[in-house]
């Protein structure tokens, strides 16, 4: 599976969030800190990055570090793309 | 599909055979039944092929759900627990995982979900139940109320604390240490096998367990329920349409001051919101399972909304039912008594009406905050 560049991934969530919150996050920004997002929407960008990098973010990978900055999840679709099926 | 489904629809209103209503009064469906058509793999159908599964879309899941539903509240429970047990497995298991259990769910093996606790209803932050590892074991403790089916189940998944986060593992039910006592005479889908399920130092091989490490409690609990809301939901348009099929047949044949019912217009005004209800509820819900079967975000907020529509209509459709009915349906077993009992619970089940409020709330304000 192709691996996308770090910044295109960041980019594109940057972009993806301003456009389901109308807010502007910087690629470091805590999403969950306190005033941030909730687990729902938590479970709504797992199924984005899901179906925007054809991969799977299963079992070990649901830890919502994973998914607490831009650039943390750009870090997971990476290392997803490049490792294949995370639920091995 | 549209074969497989009608097969399959026509399949499960023989096996029910109209028994619904003995099933409500007695408090039990025959298991032979259940494990019939688990073995069939319906009673979970959107599990892929390649563990066993029918493979269906959640739009095809969900209008067989809805069948069913229309049918036997109480089956369709059953088959929303088994439904959760599968996606659960199939989202936090490992591949050997969902090799290793999905078969058994889809071959006539039956399975329940425990979340609630006596001190952790609507905040399930509040969970207790503790997993731990121990010499090589995994050591589960805990007190779980409510659990749909567990009465009949084979496997329980149950959601605990885990480290520093949670997980959720897969115990036999006859594990030593388990103990799974019926609710006693619950108030709706009575025959739905709603059990509490005491553990105590239930030990386990380390694969039992769905997950790892430092997993969020709220997105693992987010997860599996998206699935039931979605199941929920369905099985609403479901208790709808049992209840529209009922009342047509009854407002054109009785007849009052002279007249069938029908032509009251006090009376059409309720088969109006009947109708209503059931195709609101519809919508709702063909727009959620379309969004799960195309994979967009908007599934999250979507199945949240289906749920809260679909129960809210069917505790008012029921309702209305009834009122209709009247005598003719004020006998409990009968379709639109139990509807009205059951829709009730589906208000209260997989996210009460003011939970889904808050959440719909929430997810309104994110998406419009600054806009």
Known sequence: MTVSPQSTIQQELVDFLHSRT???WEEDTDLFASGGLSSLFAMEIVVHLEKTYDVSVRGKDLRLDNFRTVTSMA???RRLQGAGDAGE | MSDEYADAAAAVTALVAGRAGDWDLAGLIPEPLLRELGATGRLCATVPAEYGGPGWSSLAGGQFTAHVGSLCSSLRSVMTSQGMAAWTVERLGTAAQRRAYLPRLTSGELAAVGFSEPLAGSDLSAIGTTIRSEGGMLVVDGHKV???AAHYADLLVVFGRYGEGAAAVVIPADAPGVRVRRV?????CRAAGHAEVILEG????ADHLLGGDG????LLVTTALAYGRISVAWGCVGI????LAAVASHVVSRRQFGEPLASHQLVARHVAELYVAEQTATRACEHASRCWDEGTPDMVGATVLAKHVGAVQAARG???AVQVMASAGAQDGHVVARAHRDAKLMEIIEGSNEMCELMLAQHALATLEGS
């Open chain 2, 318 to 320: 029921a309702a209305t």
């Open chain 2, 184 to 188: 006693a005479d619950p108030m709706g």
């Open chain 2, 146 to 148: 409510w659990v749909t």
């Open chain 2, 202 to 205: 239930v030990r386990l091989p």
């Open chain 2, 240 to 243: 709808l349409r049992g209840c």
């Open chain 1, 22 to 24: 109308k807010k502007v």
């Open chain 1, 75 to 77: 870090t997971l679709v």
């Open chain 2, 215 to 218: 997993l969020s409690l709220p």
